[in-house]
């Protein structure tokens, strides 16, 4: 037996409310439905309410608890993804020929000014791409999309990562091999935010593929 149209909403609806993902949401349809057909096949001739109801009394905390792995398998994903592009070969030596720019450039202007490009290189790596996100997230209401909203956790990481810059550009630039660990920290951000602004393009074009009808 199969169920109507109406039947698989009515379950959506529900879950809706608990389950804020659309993309987590669709595949626990999927299951619930499966689930309560199952029953019906097996002889369950009660109306489709009540089968649902006693299902989702004895599994709701389930659900619950898939809904949270899901999350936490789509920041495993999106870390293994950025993982695999940040040691590239590509973006390996964009980090090394960043990180050389980075040191010819402090090394050939004043010491008074090096500070603060090195701090402003470093905030506009960050807050460009945070910006950009954003903004599309919000546009396309990629947000209610679990492997796009994940992508937030990272740029959370970015942010704290400036503070920490932050407050250690102080003394960073001082000497020569401090001045080399800013320019190869100034390189590893980049090549990390590189390595993330290709997983969130792709992100977001499998989200338009797979879900354009309801965006």
Do not use: W
């Not at 999927?30 to 009394?57: C, L, P, T, W």
């Not at 960073?172 to 590189?194: C, W, Y």
């Amino acid at each position: 037996m199969t169920l109507t149209q109406d039947d698989i909403q009515f379950i959506d609806n529900y879950l809706s409310s608990k389950i804020e993902h659309i993309d987590i949401r669709m595949e626990m349809v999927d299951h619930v439905a499966e689930s309560i057909e199952a029953k019906m096949n097996k002889g369950d001739d009660r109306d489709f309410y009540y089968i649902f109801k006693d299902y989702m009394v004895e599994n709701k905390r389930k659900l619950l608890e898939n809904n949270k792995q899901f999350l936490k398998t789509a920041t495993q994903k999106l870390s293994n993804a950025i993982l695999k592009l940040f040691v590239s070969p590509l973006h390996l030596f964009l980090t090394i020929l960043i990180s050389y720019l980075c040191y010819y450039f402090f090394q050939n202007i004043d010491y008074s000014y090096s500070k603060n490009i090195a701090f402003i290189i470093t905030l506009i790596l960050i807050i460009t791409p945070a910006i950009v996100y954003g903004s599309v997230l919000k546009f396309y209401k990629y947000e209610r999309f679990s492997s796009a909203e994940r992508i937030n956790f990272f740029l959370i990481f970015l942010v704290q990562l400036l503070n920490f810059i932050n407050i250690s550009n102080s003394n960073l630039l001082d000497e020569k091999p401090h001045t080399i660990l800013m320019s190869v920290m100034i390189g590893l951000i980049f090549n990390f935010v590189l390595s993330l602004s290709r997983v969130s393009i792709t992100v977001f074009r499998d989200c338009k593929t797979k879900y354009q009808a309801i965006l």
